[in-house]
């Protein structure tokens, strides 16, 4: 059973349809003790990177998200503003503190690229491998839907499992580090693909 994470600030009935549809069993929760009893976690996201975590802090569900993923070892899986959320800090509207569950931070995109920010709309996702979340990939068909104004720098390199690149520059789509995954674009918006990798996390 899945668990996914409510804090105010998601778009879930979208996620919850792509779960529905694929057959994987969960339940949305906006309570943080409920997190043990979930065998793996989802965090979405939509918005604010500040207020996202102010919520998560003021609510509990810092403490309870770090305590099932780094002591548990249970798997969790961030989505867009979700991804965000598990790397050390973001300088969106001013330095804000992340979970700290991966290496790294988030930064302005409109710093790095001349086109249109937000990024919104559908893009290649390279994968030099197979992983749990991923099929390897070079081909221009293997798309996701981004909608997104800041960008994921993850430390390590070899935790960056997928790649995009918008503007002749490159930025973390997808992370695996152990039990610890995340996504830039939304999977539950980004059709057969999407809809593949959410199977596979519920699998892995």
């Known amino acids: 059973m899945i ?10 009935a979208s996620l919850s349809n792509a779960l529905l549809f694929i057959n994987v069993p969960f339940e949305v929760t906006d309570s943080p003790p409920s997190l043990k009893k979930y065998d793996k976690l989802i965090l979405p996201g939509v918005g604010a990177f500040g207020l996202a ?9 810092s403490d309870a998200v ?3 993923v780094c002591v548990k070892g249970k ?7 979700g991804m965000q959320l598990l790397y050390e800090k973001s300088s969106e509207h001013g330095q804000h503190k992340g979970l700290g569950l991966i290496k790294g931070s988030v930064e302005y995109l409109g710093e790095k690229v001349s086109l249109p920010v937000p ?8 994968s030099p491998r197979e992983t749990n979340l991923l099929r390897a990939s ?4 293997y798309c996701f839907y981004f909608v997104h104004s800041f960008y994921c720098q993850a430390k390590k390199s070899g935790i960056v499992s997928g790649v995009v690149e918008y503007g002749g520059f490159k930025f973390d789509a997808v992370v695996e580090d152990v039990n610890v995954m995340a ?3 939304h999977p539950e918006k980004s059709q057969k693909n999407g809809l593949e990798l959410l199977k596979k996390f519920a699998l892995c």
Do not use: P
């Open 53 to 61: 975590m102010k919520r998560l802090n003021e609510s509990g569900f």
């Open 119 to 126: 990024h919104v709309g559908w893009n290649s996702v390279f």
């Open 66 to 68: 770090l305590e099932e």
């Open 75 to 81: 798997k969790i899986l961030g989505i867009c503003l």
């Open 138 to 141: 070079e081909a221009e068909d």
């Open 183 to 185: 996504t830039q674009f």
């Open 3 to 12: 668990g996914v994470i409510d804090y105010g600030m998601s778009n879930l």
